[in-house]
């Protein structure tokens, strides 16, 4: 994809993993996405149980060297650490930018869930190197690639980020949702329309139906209206559905990605919806060579 960027899905599913015919379409792994540009290392979204397979892909002869933009430490975003291949080799690096804490730095904090006698290692006993660096409004480089982490709306400190490289971006705006604060349900923080300004692609919570929400908007996730709201607010050309519930079978997440299919085609006309599923590869090229 001479020029353009690759966006991989690995993981798509919120809250827990989940396995079953019924998942067998969208996947039961959780939140992990991937994004690679020619000349450049890899950038990972979260590190949920899809790193696992992303891993699988990524994995090269030599050492990886590579960037993990973390939104937050709710299990379902960091439990594929430990089984991330390319961390097997002695010399690969994974620098993981992930929600500054206050309990401490970001690697003790980590390593608080990671260790004995919730799991056997610790992120120091990987084989390769993991450097963490704590992260809330920041604007910073990755090889290249012009990163922009916000803080989001989230039950526990969380951040959205964004990724302008080659001249396409991509804003990933998971767990994120307007019942944790007293705002206006159709309110959106400026801090994510920034992320969300313009972008090629915003991969967002869709985690409940309109009707679901009412009941669970303390959980922290948005309604399908609300990630299209969002789309289309901030002009986003393209919107993934993220995080899907796994609650939800295959056939849910079908009929929710027809109702914001409509929803879009009404409000925000030529907004395109997609929703994610595990080994969905989204190709972004520039608008003059579409
Ligand atoms: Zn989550
Ligand atoms: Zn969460």
């Given at each position: ?71 937050h ?15 097997s ?14 309990a ?33 409004t ?9 990163v ?39 309110f ?103």
């Amino acid at each position: 994809m001479p020029g353009g960027i690759k966006l991989t899905f690995h993981g798509v599913r919120g809250s827990t993993p989940c396995a079953g015919e019924q998942y067998r379409r969208y996947g039961g792994n959780t939140s992990c996405a991937s994004l690679e540009v020619d000349g450049h290392d890899p950038i990972i979204f979260d590190m949920g149980t899809g790193l696992r397979p992303c891993g699988e892909k990524l994995a090269g002869d030599g050492p990886f060297h590579g960037t993990v933009l973390l939104t937050h430490l709710h299990w379902d975003h960091i439990q594929g650490l430990p089984f991330f291949a390319p961390m097997s080799q002695a010399d690969s690096l994974l620098d993981v930018y992930g929600p500054a804490q206050e309990a401490g730095p970001l690697d003790a904090v980590f390593g608080g869930v990671m260790c004995p006698p919730y799991f056997p290692i610790t992120p120091d006993e990987l084989h390769g190197t993991v450097r963490f660096h704590g992260a809330g409004t920041d604007d910073f480089a990755v090889n290249g690639a012009k990163v922009r982490s916000r803080w989001v709306r989230h039950t526990s400190p969380t951040i959205g980020f964004r990724v302008d490289v080659e001249g396409l971006s991509v804003a990933y705006v998971s767990d994120h949702g307007p019942g944790c604060s007293d705002d206006p349900d159709a309110f959106v923080p400026p801090d994510v329309l920034e992320l969300a300004d313009g972008v090629d692609l915003l991969i967002h919570d869709a985690q409940h139906t309109c009707d679901e929400f009412e009941s669970k908007r303390h959980f922290g996730h948005s309604s399908v209206d609300y990630a299209v709201h969002v789309a289309h607010e901030a002009g986003a050309q393209r919107l993934a559905l993220f995080h899907h519930c796994p609650s939800h079978s295959d056939d849910q997440v079908d009929l929710m990605h027809l109702y914001a299919n409509a929803l879009a085609e009404h409000v925000a006309g030529d907004l395109e919806v997609l929703a994610a599923r595990e080994g969905l590869v989204v190709e972004l090229q520039h608008a003059l060579a579409r």
